[in-house]
């Protein structure tokens, strides 16, 4: 079965930097995107950035773009998101994520429905 492990989290002051990363088994990695997503607390989950198998094409949301970075190492089954100049409104549990299948549309890319295997999640919380 897929496994998705993510680490990194933890507590950085507002401009600060993090890298989460994610580590999956299971199934041939570099046959997929990935993507990473994000809750807040009172919040629902939202898309921060996406992947593809080969790693020629990001994807990210308005409010992390510029900032975040994601890329993926295919020899080590990891993804990585590069998170700088932190803001508190980045607080949220981070979750790596494995779409079912290969996804053909970037559109797709966005949408939590297309993934089906998540990570646990790891907190990062941005002080002011």
């Known amino acids: 079965q897929v496994q998705l492990v993510e680490s990194g989290g933890g507590l950085v002051q507002a401009g600060g930097a993090l890298r989460l990363s994610c580590a999956a088994s299971?199934?041939?990695?570099?046959?997929?995107?990935m993507g990473w997503f994000r809750q807040a607390p009172g919040k629902e989950r939202e898309f921060v950035a996406a992947?593809?198998?080969?790693?020629?094409?990001?994807y990210y949301a308005d409010s992390v773009k510029g900032r975040f970075t994601i890329s993926r190492d295919n020899a080590k089954n990891t993804v990585y998101l590069q998170m700088n100049s932190l803001k508190p409104e980045d607080t949220a549990v981070y979750y790596c994520?494995?779409?079912?299948?290969?996804?053909?549309?970037?559109?797709?890319?966005?949408?939590?429905?297309?993934?089906?295997?998540w990570g646990q999640g790891t907190q990062v919380t941005v002080s002011s």
């Open positions: 299971g199934r041939t990695f570099s046959n997929y995107g």
């Open positions: 994520a494995g779409p079912r299948g290969r996804i053909y549309s970037s559109t797709r890319y966005y949408l939590e429905g297309e993934y089906d295997y």
């Open positions: 992947i593809t198998w080969s790693g020629l094409s990001t």
